[in-house]
């Protein structure tokens, strides 16, 4: 059931969950990016010790 495997048949069915699938997935990596930089950038500015 891949895109490359030569009985997939592009209908309204596998347009949507497709779509579907890569705009979850773009959100979550769009999410964990931004968490990993601002972890990073975070970290490099020290000085949170304060913090409760």
Known sequence: MFPFH???IWD???ILFMGGLW???SILGMGMTY???KAVYDT???GDAHHH
Do not use: D, R, S
Request: aromatic share 20%.
């Open 35 to 37: 968490c990993i930089i």
């Open 23 to 25: 705009y979850a997935l």
């Open 12 to 14: 309204a069915g596998h």
């Open 6 to 8: 030569f009985e997939w």
């Open 44 to 46: 490099a500015q020290g």
